[in-house]
């Protein structure tokens, strides 16, 4: 059975953190997991991403060295740490699942993702 479900998201003021988990059910080492949001009105964003069987992770410019993505393939789960929040984090917060195009190297584009959680809602306000 493949299938992606999120947890976590809700309020936080800026400056703060929050962690998300994707428990993400029958994924090979040749999948990558991907987070990605979306805020109202705009084009859903990758942000970050990492191989079930390998070690190689990336993330886009607007989140590097605040987020960071970890896994537990004991546990299947896949996690993304938020720190430093700011505003403009708002938005709905997606985990996916897709093959990789070429082996262990993951990617944030939306278009290699086939397997999508219903999201999961981050709000930075005070």
């Known amino acids: 059975q493949l299938q992606v479900v999120e947890l976590g998201g809700g309020l936080v003021q800026p400056g703060g953190s929050l962690r998300l988990s994707c428990a993400a059910s029958g994924f090979t080492e040749d999948y990558a997991i991907g987070w990605f949001r979306q805020a109202p009105g705009k084009e859903r964003e990758g942000i970050s991403c990492?191989?079930?069987?390998?070690?190689?992770?990336r993330y886009a410019e607007s989140v590097k060295g605040r987020f960071t993505i970890t896994k537990d393939n004991a546990k299947n789960t896949v996690s993304l740490q938020l720190d430093s929040l700011k505003p403009e984090d708002t938005a709905v917060y997606y985990c996916a699942a897709g093959r990789h195009l070429y082996p262990f190297i993951c990617t944030i584009d939306k278009g290699q993702y086939e397997f999508w959680g219903r999201g999961t809602q981050v709000t930075v306000s005070s």
């Open positions: 990492l191989s079930v069987g390998g070690q190689s992770t």
